[in-house]
């Protein structure tokens, strides 16, 4: 398939237009004009990036890309390594960071939702970043723990009561810890997101919602696994998701 026929379905489906974002979304770094084999992963690193030249990949996709604002512009030291891999093997990178989080059907709080088996009653704000769910029965927040540590294959941080009863859950992906106070303002019980902030323990103590704090990485990777899976169904483009563990 033609790398920018390719560009501009993803543009469509992911409805990139409509996010303001802190990065450019799709085609940061443009390679050879065909593409036949992707492979994808959480964020562009250097150990992606030679993963994909391994596997002679024509495009790496990811969530977590490059030139984000506030960054230094210079191509120096850990950019330049990492560009002139790129560009030396011909190799695109296209990145979708907040257009997959909030997508429908690949985004990342949607395919986490899945992984949990949580099924969405309704969402916290109006972007559709903040779904929420009603477990069927009341659980402890330590069951509710393990559930997500096992799904996730990764021990979770709780924070609050590991005896409060819980029923109501709501989620974010990657580094949403400051979004707690949507979920306080809305009477949840528990959030869930990435990472943690040391502000995110006063929030539990002093309100009656809990924290999970799931993994940044953990939490984000099923979005763009989800991406690749649904470009090769549909263009029979050969797709190639690699994990790189991440304590974070
Ligand atoms: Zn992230």
Redesign the pocket.
């Known amino acids: 398939m033609e790398l920018n026929l390719l560009v501009t379905e993803l543009a469509n489906f992911l409805q990139v237009g409509k996010f303001q974002d802190y990065c450019p979304n799709g085609l940061q770094v443009e390679g050879r004009p065909q593409v036949r084999r992707i492979v994808s992963g959480?964020?562009a690193s250097q150990a992606l990036i030679e993963a994909a030249i391994a596997a002679d990949a024509d495009a790496i996709l990811v969530?977590?890309g490059y030139f984000w604002r506030g960054e230094a512009a210079e191509v120096t030291g850990l950019k330049r390594n990492r560009l002139k891999r790129l560009l030396t093997h011909d190799l695109s990178l296209l990145a979708y960071?907040l257009p997959l989080?909030a997508h429908p059907e690949v985004g990342?709080n949607v395919q986490l939702g899945g992984v949990f088996e949580w099924p969405i009653t309704r969402y916290l704000d109006d972007k559709n970043m903040l779904p929420m769910t009603m477990l069927p029965q009341a659980i402890t927040l330590e069951q509710l723990g393990e559930h997500v540590s096992s799904c996730l294959g990764r021990q979770a941080l709780l924070l609050g009561d590991p005896q409060k009863q819980v029923r109501t859950v709501a989620w974010c992906?990657?580094?949403a810890q400051s979004y707690i106070q949507q979920a306080v303002n809305a009477g949840v019980d528990v959030f869930v997101s990435?990472e943690v902030s040391e502000q995110t323990w006063h929030t539990v103590c002093e309100t009656e919602t809990a924290y999970i704090s799931a993994g940044?990485?953990a939490t984000?990777r099923y979005g763009v696994q989800a991406l690749g899976q649904w470009i090769a169904e549909k263009y029979g483009i050969e797709h190639i998701y690699v994990e790189l563990d991440n304590p974070v």
Do not use: F
């Open positions: 959480v964020t969530h977590h960071h989080d990342n992906t990657g580094a990435g940044h990485h984000e």
